[in-house]
């Protein structure tokens, strides 16, 4: 269990426990307003929305950075380029507190889990460090701080099993709570163990640990009740569930099917998942698509790399070709599938030949949309330690014309897709300048945004999922009309 420990000065032992949560403590006005910055993967951005949900029942107001107290920073270290964006974000932070002897910040994430303590050294205003299994004790851990303004608590211990959070604040034991937004998303692990040579993640979010199918099937109904119609689960390598040390055994593919028949008692409709590795990815799985057609028609499969030398130098566990017969395989079982992946550029060793089969695999999938990143040493990874470092410069080249590709497969996919009808689940009212007609977006079952129009309040709600025809294709999204 992560420890609620003091940075400086003596601990004390059993401290009461309205101290401790941050409970019954407003019989004085204390200011207890925050605003939260997240970093990085989906999975922070579903703990930063489940952090302002359990601030705000214990009181907390969401506000604005020039306006909070509480500065919270959910951050990621996947890359160097956020973690420098954190340490630019706390010296904004700085400035918009100075004179504020109140105010302070929240470091959680996985810079807060690798750089732990030293975030009290360098920044005076941080008093709260969290790491990924402690956060559900950050909402206490505030409170608290809140009271106490000569206290620092860091919370990055691991816990041995995965940390489930309060389900009062969570609303999964009590389903009469706020609404949540058409779309959900359920953490269903924590950590990975595949120490895949670039990466950090297991790092900074420990070592895989499976929840309890009953566990996450609780959550989904919470949520359904709620008001969400799409489900997404979530895990670094989500096709490894229930198969580590903590888990039951349960396959990821069982917990599939299990979730996909919440929509025979609920409004579930539409089922996601994400992220995949290939090499763990089972022949169940892939026939699931086949037989759930609450499946959404896309998938995240990255591949990181077409070269099987560098492929193998990063440790993923499979080859292109094993990869090639995989997705070939997915597309039997769903021949419309829109797949998209994760890619590094210029990692160590790569040569433009190992460039070169990456665009290869590029065309031959094609994806849909790609994340693509150039290589960056990462403090702890194996990757640091090899040679044959590509420079900086022809990587960012090579970065270019990847992207440059992309956005041809992209356009000419989405530009495919004109004159076609499609089932939109509305999330929210399309963003329009001034005098446009009125819309809403939302994403289809591909995951492509679409914007609809005209679709005013009168015809379209969030949580509404209605036929759309596709009339024109643009860079990154869709416009249609409602039929």
């Not at 949900?53 to 509480?70: D, M, S």
């Not at 109140?102 to 941080?126: E, K, L, N």
Request: with cysteine; proline share 6%.
């Amino acid at each position: 269990m992560p420890s609620l420990a003091r940075h400086r000065g003596r601990p004390r032992h059993g401290p009461p426990l309205h101290k401790l949560w941050g409970i019954a403590t407003f019989g004085h006005m204390i200011d207890r307003t925050f605003c939260i910055q997240t970093f990085g993967c989906q999975m922070n951005v579903n703990d930063s929305r489940w952090l302002a949900r359990a601030l705000t029942r214990r009181g907390f107001t969401e506000a604005g950075p020039e306006t909070a107290r509480i500065h919270i920073l959910n951050t990621c270290s996947v890359r160097n380029k956020p973690e420098q964006k954190v340490y630019s974000a706390l010296g904004r932070v700085r400035r918009v507190t100075t004179g504020r002897t109140d105010a302070f910040a929240v470091v959680a994430g996985c810079v807060a889990q690798q750089i732990g303590a030293d975030f009290f050294r360098r920044f005076p205003q941080v008093r709260l460090i969290v790491g990924g299994d402690g956060l559900r004790m950050a909402p206490g851990a505030i409170a608290r701080l809140c009271e106490e303004r000569d206290l620092r608590l860091n919370l990055t211990d691991f816990s041995a099993t995965y940390p489930e959070r309060d389900p009062e604040l969570e609303g999964a034991a009590n389903t009469g709570t706020a609404a949540v937004g058409p779309v959900a998303y359920v953490n269903i692990m924590q950590g990975c163990d595949n120490f895949c040579a670039y990466c950090i993640v297991p790092c900074t979010r420990g070592g895989q640990k499976s929840r309890t199918v009953a566990a996450v099937l609780d959550e989904c109904r919470a949520l359904l009740d709620r008001g969400a119609r799409e489900i997404v689960l979530l895990g670094q390598n989500v096709n490894a569930y229930g198969q580590d040390r903590y888990g039951d055994g349960t396959s990821f593919t069982r917990l599939l099917y299990r979730t996909a028949e919440l929509s025979e008692r609920t409004d579930l409709r539409r089922l996601r998942f994400v992220t995949s590795h290939p090499k763990d990815f089972s022949p169940d799985s892939t026939a699931a698509f086949a037989a759930l057609p609450i499946l959404a028609s896309n998938l995240h499969l990255p591949i990181q790399s077409g070269s099987d030398a560098v492929l193998a130098r990063m440790g993923r566990g499979y080859t292109r070709n094993t990869y090639l017969r995989l997705v070939e395989n997915l597309y039997k079982a769903r021949p419309d599938l829109a797949i998209t992946t994760d890619i590094i550029v210029g990692f160590p060793g790569e040569t433009e030949r190992d460039f070169q089969d990456t665009l290869a695999v590029m065309r031959a999938v094609p994806y849909a949309s790609s994340f693509s990143f150039c290589y960056s040493d990462r403090p702890g990874t194996a990757a640091c330690s090899l040679p044959d470092k590509v420079p900086q410069d022809i990587a960012a080249l090579r970065l270019e014309r990847l992207q440059a590709l992309q956005q041809e497969l992209t356009l000419a996919r989405l530009t495919g897709l004109v004159g076609q009808t499609a089932e939109v689940l509305l999330e929210s009212p399309s963003p329009r300048p001034a005098g446009e007609t009125a819309s809403w977006q939302g994403r289809d079952n591909w995951g492509n945004v679409v914007h609809v129009a005209p679709c005013d309040a009168a015809r379209g709600r969030a949580g509404d999922s209605i036929p759309v025809r596709i009339t024109e294709a643009r860079k990154h999204s869709l416009v249609a009309e409602a039929v």
